[in-house]
């Protein structure tokens, strides 16, 4: 995906007032910086042409075609780079030369699609003090003439040079291109003023119709140039083609050779009567404010308090200190702050945030910012008004789009606007400037509303864009509102174009933009949707104000905030929120992930209260809840949410076949086969998943990624088998296959037993490995698992890894039942007599030394007849009368050690 770019058939250089570029002035020579004519201090501007007439003297030339004019007469002594001129040159392509000597006669780009040769890049010593109003290869018409007259009095004289109707020549694309391109223009006329005393220098353009060559881009160069092409020697204006002329961005450097626009111009789009650049000396001390950061559209009360903001740059030679930058704001209400800039150095730039400013009346108000008056007044005020109302938020001001935006995509992408609310509101529509030209139309477009973050919050139905559309609002309205200024104060609005075919030749995106330099910050961004990537913010290439419209009522009955849904058995859930201030009613919504229920009928619960349960559930199943208000039987909130939550599988019986083996397939990653549970017990987001990175079997495997967000969170997570039915004369063994993510950073692993699936139910360790460094599958065998009595147990798994590790990956578990757990020495010293029996049986333990015994008689089944304590310290008896005939298994427990006999029963 390309960045967005100002709109041409061409990629144009990124719009910018070249503030770097004034930083590095300080690195020129001492004649350079006699050089005092900066981009920052041009204005563009609309004033009047005049045709000369016959007023003055004709200029006379040799032809019309690459020719120098004879020394002319200024008419009064005008300063430039340092010197003091009373004559000029004319030459026909479009520029002139201050002084008595002629400057290079062809001189205009090497094509009219590149920007090699030309004025400014000339190195001739006679190609500098150039004045260059509109330079490429001009040929004269029938009506051309090139004339001077002084008008005014002295000191405020003014000179004036013109060319007159003449049209650009047919040229190919490049030095060697075979591609030639008509002429543009079938006359244009422009002119140089020169202004006594202030040594001002207008360009300003009129009279100027189509040619009729083909509707083309072709490149020609404006701007003004001193000793050489240095940067800080010069200012040229960059516009792409289909830029309005005053649009031009004024840059304190040259052309780039590579990937670049000249000042562009085609035939359908003119240059307006009168449209004038003014280049003006830079002064010793010149403050000026560059913008005004506010609301041009401001609703009460959600956009209050409202905090303005004004860029003041130096445009001086010198340091300026301790400046006052006072805001005030007349009409339907008032307001006025001071604050003071402590120091500016020259070029420099600051943003100054005034005092909060809470408009309580609707109406027009008019925000002005001025500063003291120093060597230039007249950008010393900047005056911007502001619609305060109920509804509406608006950064663009009345009057129509600067440009529109491009950018080739691939994917869906937004441009959006920021605004905040501090107050509840239902925001219903977005208004969209619609741009482009006929480019544009038969675009497939919707609105968006996002959060801060950019998830996706509403949306519009998408819209077709028609002829009729464009250059005006178009009101996109919200499928369903949402409300801001709750949980969401700061939202984001804007406009999505479907994504475009790879081949896609025309990739303008249709959106009206105005132009602010330097555009505010946080304000104006990008979105790339599906991808989860944040909004960029678009403040650094200065694109501009996006004319983009938030429209919102008032919401009367708030809905419910921070909603949220947890599983709490394979059949039910627990829905909990926050209630707004005086609502107990609610309605709760839920269906299978994927219902909507503006379309689709759910499932709704009605609540009075948090938390909501909701029961009957299918287990293994995905839900999405969704609440709103109940405020009366007329008056409901908007639908919240959706939530979402996974329902576990019912977990399986404790397992009493063995071997049991788990390769964790069968199921889809990251979930676990069912009865698998894990506890992330440092609760930093990270814990035991099902991964499909690092199977032994494929394709599933039980792993543990390390916090790659903390350098100082170590592992400590846990994960818990289903349910183990275990017997106490039985011993299990247990094997795994390991693997970690790098052996440089080892990973740590312990394995207990124990009969809950908690971290405070596992109590026996059976497996402790602190330092693993296998890369590939390795076996590792656990001690033998041994428990005192038969019952339900679980295995539990602990990574206990270094902060910063990497990756465990578990696979290919098996759990098998050994032979009994039997001392057979032991075994040998008890006595149980007699055996057979019919009923009473003695068993005497006195040689088995032991302390205690504990007897457990078990069927043939593995069904526990009977438990009783015995006498180690002489012979006692078990009563098996009640016992039917049968093979049985007396097991003895003696000080932690097991004997066993097998006892025949007859009757």
């Not at 079938?186 to 202004?195: D, E, G, P, R």
């Not at 960059?238 to 000249?262: C, F, I, R």
């Not at 400046?323 to 730039?349: D, E, Y």
Request: glycine residues 6%.
């Amino acid at each position: 995906m390309t960045q967005p770019y100002s709109t041409d058939t061409r990629r144009t250089r990124k719009r910018h007032w070249a503030l770097a570029a004034l930083l590095a002035l300080g690195a020129t020579s001492v004649h350079a910086q006699s050089f005092t004519y900066r981009s920052a201090s041009i204005q563009s501007l609309i004033g009047t042409y005049t045709d000369l007439g016959t007023a003055g003297t004709v200029i006379t030339t040799d032809n019309t075609d690459d020719a120098n004019s004879a020394v002319q007469t200024i008419g009064f002594t005008f300063n430039y780079n340092g010197q003091s001129f009373t004559q000029f040159v004319l030459n026909t392509n479009g520029y002139l030369k201050l002084g008595s000597e002629a400057p290079s006669a062809a001189l205009y780009f090497d094509g009219s699609q590149v920007t090699t040769g030309g004025p400014f890049n000339s190195t001739a010593a006679t190609d500098v003090n150039l004045l260059v109003p509109f330079n490429t290869d001009w040929l004269g018409t029938p009506t051309t003439e090139y004339r001077v007259a002084v008008t005014g009095t002295a000191p405020n004289r003014v000179c004036t040079v013109q060319w007159k109707d003449v049209k650009d020549k047919a040229r190919a694309t490049t030095a060697t291109g075979t591609t030639v391109l008509d002429e543009q223009f079938a006359t244009v006329s422009f002119q140089v003023k020169l202004y006594e005393t202030t040594n001002n220098i207008e360009f300003t353009y009129g009279n100027a119709t189509a040619g009729a060559g083909t509707d083309a881009a072709k490149y020609g160069a404006v701007g003004v140039k001193g000793s050489s092409n240095a940067n800080g020697q010069l200012i040229t204006l960059v516009k792409g083609s289909t830029t309005a002329w005053l649009n031009a961005s004024p840059q304190d450097a040259n052309y780039p050779v590579a990937n670049s626009n000249g000042f562009n111009f085609r035939k359908t789009v003119l240059p307006a009567t009168g449209a004038t650049f003014r280049f003006r000396p830079t002064p010793p001390n010149d403050a000026a404010v560059v913008a005004i950061h506010t609301l041009s559209q401001l609703p009460i009360p959600s956009a209050t308090p409202h905090v303005m903001q004004a860029v003041v740059q130096n445009l001086g030679l010198n340091t300026l200190t301790n400046v006052p930058v006072t805001v005030a704001v007349t009409g339907a209400n008032t307001f006025s702050n001071t604050k003071t800039v402590a120091s500016l150095l020259p070029g420099q730039t600051t943003i100054v945030a005034f005092d909060a400013f809470t408009p309580t009346v609707t109406g027009t108000n008019t925000v002005t910012v001025t500063l003291p008056a120093d060597g230039i007044i007249d950008n010393n005020t900047l005056t911007t008004t502001q619609a305060v109302n109920n509804t509406t938020y608006s950064y663009a001001t009345a009057g129509p789009a600067a440009l529109s935006l491009g950018g080739l995509v691939t994917t869906p992408q937004a441009f959006l606007a920021r605004y905040t609310a501090s107050t509840p509101r239902l925001l219903t529509s977005v208004n969209i400037d619609l741009e482009g030209g006929a480019s544009a139309v038969g675009r497939n477009v919707y609105a968006i509303v996002t959060d801060k973050a950019g998830r996706v919050l509403g949306r519009s139905d998408a819209y077709t864009i028609a002829t009729s559309d464009i250059g005006k609002y178009h009101a996109f309205a919200l499928t369903a509102p949402v409300v801001v200024g709750t949980q969401t104060t700061e939202f984001l609005v804007g406009l999505v174009q479907q994504s475009l075919a790879a081949s896609a030749t025309d990739t303008y995106f249709p959106l009206g933009v105005q132009r602010e330099t330097p555009t505010r910050r946080a304000t104006f961004f990008r979105l790339t949707l599906g991808d989860n990537s944040a909004p960029a913010d678009l403040a650094i290439n200065n694109y501009g104000k996006f004319m983009i419209e938030a429209v919102t009522t008032a919401a009367t009955c708030l809905p419910p905030t921070a909603l949220a849904a947890t599983a709490t058995a394979p059949t039910a859930a627990s829905v909990s929120f926050t209630p707004p201030a005086g609502v107990s009613n609610f309605s709760v919504v839920y269906g299978p992930t994927g219902f909507d229920p503006a379309t689709t009928a759910g499932t709704t619960v009605s609540a009075t209260a948090s938390p909501v349960a909701l029961t009957g559930l299918t287990p293994s199943t995905a839900y999405q809840v969704y609440i709103r208000s109940a405020c009366s039987a007329t008056d409901q909130s908007v639908v919240v949410g959706p939530v979402a939550f996974t329902t576990p599988c019912t977990p399986p019986a404790p397992l009493a076949a063995f071997p049991y083996n788990q390769n964790f397939d069968g199921v889809t990653a990251p979930a676990l086969p069912c009865g698998f549970t894990v506890v992330d017990a440092n609760t930093d987001g990270f814990t035991w998943t099902n991964g499909t990175a690092a199977a032994r079997s494929p394709a599933n495997a039980l792993t543990y990624n390390f916090n790659n967000q903390s350098l100082t969170t170590a592992a400590d997570d846990w994960v818990f088998t289903p349910a183990l039915s275990l017997t106490a004369a039985q011993q299990y063994l247990l094997s795994f296959y390991y693997r970690v993510g790098s052996a440089t950073t080892p990973e740590r692993l312990e394995i207990k037993v124990g009969n809950a699936p908690t971290v405070a139910g596992m109590t026996t360790t059976i497996y402790t490995n602190n330092n693993l460094t296998a890369t590939a599958f390795t076996q590792a065998t656990a001690q033998p698992i041994r428990v005192a009595t038969d019952g339900t147990y679980y295995v539990g798994m602990h990574v206990t890894s270094a902060a910063n590790s990497f990756r465990l990956s578990i696979d290919d578990v098996t759990l098998t039942a050994g032979p009994l757990a039997v001392n057979q020495a032991l075994s040998q010293a008890v006595a149980a007599y007699p055996n057979p029996t019919t009923g009473l049986l003695n068993v005497d333990l006195r040689s088995s030394k032991a302390r205690q015994a504990y007897a457990t008689v078990v069927n043939a089944l593995g069904q526990t007849v009977m438990t009783r304590m015995l006498s180690t310290k002489q012979p006692d008896q078990l009563d098996l009368a009640t016992l039917a005939a049968g093979i049985y298994t007396l097991k003895l427990e003696l000080d932690g050690e097991t004997a066993v006999k097998r006892i025949s029963v007859q009757k």
